[in-house]
């Protein structure tokens, strides 16, 4: 059996440029990956199938990890028979990519198991091809995206970048094409911070948060809470939510950080706390 650790990410920025002819919308983003991950293991099996310890997520082909299976079966130009068990650690709907994560492993995975010798440049074109994020987790490491977020290119000036991090995220989700779709039409809440945060040299900006703030006001709350935490160096969205995260000066400031939240903002709240991890090319 193989296994493979399938990073999650944040937006450390989110520029939305405006919509493409195409229906989508372009923008200009930095990721970074996170030590959370989802686990994914492979084994030998009679065909390309998968499972996963989830109740709900689905197995069929609408699942990105079929998606990448079925990817790498016609670029191959052969079957994958692989067994591909699915460990979820990271939330779904949370702007954190797990899934975007998962498929990128499979296509890594996959290359390596049927020595496919398919180079990254190659393995992020066909990732573009499952979902607008899947480029960026071939690389494992803080990138710039473009384009719909397909176009993807490492920032070895990051590679440095290693603070620690809370995420809390509440317990509903956020729908990202809904986000998108009221994002030319929002505007800014009264009394919340939107503008450009810095941190390390490095800045941090959500355009998402003016139509998701609108809708939950609990995350434009929780953003102002957030920067008003003794130890917070910096705290936004990730994505198109729902979860926000938090630069801490130090894991004993993202444990208390932690602790103020689960007592004032929500009990319920889905928290983690770790370091960004830039492992460089797969």
Sequence with gaps: ????SAPCKVN???????KRPDGFHEVDTVMVPLELCDVLEFSPAGALEMSCDAPGVPLDESNLVMKA?????????????????LVKNVPHGAGLGGGSSDAACVLSVLNELEHGGLPPERLAELAGEIGSDVGFFIYGAACRCTGRGEKVEPLPEWREWRPQV?????SFGVSTPDAYRRWAGSGELPGIP???QRVDGHVLVNDLERPVFEKHLFLAEMKSWLLERPGVRGAMMSGSGSTMFAVTEDAVAA?????????????????????VMQRGIR
């Design 1 to 4: 059996m193989i296994s493979c």
């Design 12 to 18: 450390v920025s989110l520029r939305v440029l405006g």
């Design 69 to 85: 299976g079925r990817l790498m079966e016609r670029e191959l130009g052969r079957p994958m028979p692989w067994h591909v068990r």
């Design 166 to 170: 809370v995420l809390l995220k509440p």
């Design 194 to 196: 939107y503008g450009e």
């Design 255 to 275: 444990r208390r950080l932690m602790e103020d939240a689960a007592r004032e903002l929500d009990p319920t709240l889905w928290m983690w706390t770790g370091r």
